[in-house]
């Protein structure tokens, strides 16, 4: 059973626009979602997180939105790079356990 | 670079053969944490050491086990090979379970089982 659910599976997007990806969840003891960033043949790598006390959190060009009753939460990249062509993650975990990762997201960002 | 360091980077073997993934976590951690990624799966959490003693499990299947020593270091041991069992397997490491803001990623080892 999937805990972490991600989409869309591929995304393509022009050089300047913004990258929208999506993930639900359903066991409301998550308290950390974290997003991933993973480029060909390295292991991910943080890139930002958020608790759901906060409804967003921005670093740089990339935000996390929260939403809580929805148990819903999004990766918004801004003005988005080729540099930023990786594959993406989202993941969730309660305190002290194991993270649940969503199945993944690979963002191709076209010059 | 993340400090945690993987080896070896690329294996390949036979079914039902047995290897050891070896990993070294970042200087200071005491958390390690073993993930199978595969095209289909995605990434999936195995298990998870701290200071020696195994602290959470995963879907880690009965052919594979795992330890941590004594300095630190941690391998992961899978047996009876079978084609399914290819994959990418990460490390990571942590300073403790609850710091999960510094969970950090090894490059992984590539398994080939032919």
């Known amino acids: 059973q999937q805990q972490v659910k991600q989409s869309p599976q591929s995304l393509i997007v022009q050089k300047g626009g913004i990258s929208i990806i999506n993930c639900a969840y359903e066991n409301t003891a998550f308290d950390y979602f974290p997003w991933y960033q993973q480029f060909p043949g390295k292991g991910p790598a943080l890139l930002i997180a958020i608790r759901p006390d906060v409804s967003e959190k921005k670093e740089g060009r990339f935000t996390i939105s929260f939403n809580k009753s929805a148990k819903q939460f999004s990766l918004h990249i801004m003005d988005s790079q080729p540099g930023d062509s990786a594959t993406y993650f989202c993941a969730a975990s309660w305190t002290g356990n194991q993270f649940y990762f969503g199945t993944g997201t690979s963002l191709t960002v076209i010059p | 670079d993340s400090g945690v360091t993987q080896t070896p980077k690329h294996l390949i073997t036979a079914t039902g053969q047995r290897v050891t993934l070896r990993c070294s976590p970042r200087s200071g951690d005491l958390s390690v944490y073993w993930y199978q990624q595969s095209l289909d799966q995605g990434l999936q959490f195995l298990i998870q050491?701290?200071?020696?003693?195994?602290?959470a499990k995963g879907n880690i299947l009965e052919r594979f086990s795992a330890q941590q020593f004594p300095d630190l270091h941690s391998e992961l041991n899978l047996s009876s090979l079978e084609l399914g069992d290819s994959a990418l397997y990460f490390c990571?490491?942590?300073?403790?379970?609850?710091?999960?803001?510094?969970?950090?990623f090894g490059p992984g080892t590539r398994l080939t089982v032919l």
């Open positions: 050491y701290y200071n020696g003693e195994e602290r």
């Open positions: 990571a490491s942590s300073p403790s379970p609850g710091r999960r803001d510094t969970q950090y």
